[in-house]
């Protein structure tokens, strides 16, 4: 089983719909976690980290269930510029080495 | 305030050829990681460098190498090319091992 997984899409949507990604991780003992953007032949930036009790960031929602070892990224009202593959990052306790997911493509149409 | 800055953006290499690609972290970052991103799928943890020293190091082969400078600048070496080494190859900065990474524009690496 993979440290970090994603469903690889696409996810294809039209404007101002809500749409969801789930990344599960292995390592129970995993304690940072975080949602990257990588637009097309770009490198990836920082989108949100994701807090125990859940953050929201415009609209943007980042959730996180210790339990089932998963993390999610809620977007709603999606825009054209949403387009892009959100990668879901873990950080394992004590390595300090962020660890990727393979991305989840997300195509907004008008 | 510059970000990450990484040399050259492209390159292409003949199989069994060596290279060697530069990163310089964003101010104030003194740990520097580097990863390999082929198509379609996600970054992989090449290692990382503190303190002028490899901390930690991914699944890779000895062929690749690495160096950080004393101002935290950072070069990662590649010997003996395949063709599977084609990718884009990230460095990633931050203020700290642990802390969060920011990552240089990339060099793409072809292998012929």
């Known amino acids: 089983r993979k440290e970090v997984e994603q469903d690889p899409g696409p996810f294809n949507v039209p404007e101002g719909a809500t749409v969801a990604f789930n990344c599960t991780y292995s390592n129970s003992a995993s304690q940072s976690f975080f949602w990257y953007r990588q637009d097309c032949r770009k490198e990836p930036k920082l989108l949100m980290s994701?807090?125990?009790s859940g953050n929201e960031d415009g609209r943007f929602t980042a959730q996180l269930n210790r339990a089932s070892q998963y993390i999610s990224l809620l977007i709603r009202d999606s825009k054209l510029s949403d387009s892009a593959t959100y990668l879901c990052?873990?950080?394992?306790?004590?390595?300090?080495?962020?660890?990727f997911g393979r991305g989840t493509s997300l195509i907004v149409h008008p | 305030d510059a970000g990450v800055t990484q040399s050259p953006t492209h390159l292409i290499k003949t199989r069994g050829q060596q290279v060697t690609l530069r990163c310089s972290p964003k101010s104030g970052h003194d740990t520097v990681s580097w990863y390999q991103q082929a198509l379609g799928q996600g970054p992989q943890f090449i290692f990382q460098y503190y303190e002028e020293e490899e901390r930690q190091r991914g699944n890779f082969p000895d062929r690749f190498s690495g160096h950080q400078f004393p101002n935290y600048s950072s070069e990662l070496n590649v010997n003996a090319l395949l063709l599977g080494d084609s990718a884009l190859y990230l460095c990633a900065s931050s203020s700290g091992p642990g802390n969060t990474i920011y990552f240089g524009e990339g060099s793409w690496l072809t292998v012929v």
């Open positions: 994701v807090y125990s």
């Open positions: 990052v873990v950080n394992k306790g004590g390595s300090y080495i962020p660890t």
